[in-house]
């Protein structure tokens, strides 16, 4: 199927690698139009080009934490491509130094919560008056499986922001439903990306952890959280909003997990 986002106008951040690339490949193939927020340029002028150059997409340097780069962003896809329909705010960290509260200093804790929610804050907020105003908008903020249960790999900061990110998410997705614009939390279990991958790298026995918990027995790929964000980006989720949508390989709901 093509064509399920036919002539929308989506803003991705993180939207060079992962969850985002394979979310803004997807948005593209589907007929939408793309703003990318990242900070790898190098990467982003790539991607622009693989899409089909600046009549489909475009890449900004953005600082996601930054107020006046976020809303800049968002001006630019309405002045670009002339609206604002879509909003993945999937921009995130987990930084190895982030681990148990015990040993996760301050410095560190307050790094991982303004790119995990502070960015995701004023995403929302930059979003929102464009989708107001026409009436429409789907919004989609990654959160994760561990903002619904704890991890087995203590992240303290992470797994915070991220139920901030939930908890967000369902406030202005019940705030906004008789406005038109729809706000979801994308909740993954772990997925197969740049940041799973760094893990194994340097702690593969605690990577290891989390597989063992998914019934499915495998990692998630970006390419399924991209269709799951698609779904929530069309009008097939034309009824949901303040949810949260876990796409986890069955982890949130196993008590035990045969071997």
Known sequence: M?????????????????????????FVAEGAKVVIGDIADDAGAKVVADLGGADVATYMHVDVTDKDEVD???????????SVDIAFNNAGISPPEDDSILDTDLDAWRKVQE?????????CKAALPYMLEQKSGSIINTASFVAVMGSATSQISYSASKGGVLTMSRELGVQFAREGVRVNALCPGPVNTPLLKE?????PERA?????HVPMGRFGEPEEMASAVLFLASDDSSFITANTFLVDGGLSGAYVTPL
Request: with cysteine; net charge positive.
């Open 208 to 212: 290891a952890r989390r597989l063992v």
């Open 115 to 123: 790119v995990n929610l502070t960015s995701v804050y004023l995403c």
């Open 199 to 203: 893990l194994f790298a340097s702690d």
């Open 2 to 26: 093509t064509g399920r986002i036919d002539g929308k106008v989506a803003v991705v951040t993180g939207g060079c690698s992962g969850i985002g690339l394979a979310t803004v490949q997807r």
């Open 72 to 82: 800049a962003l968002f001006k630019t896809a309405k002045d670009t491509y002339g």
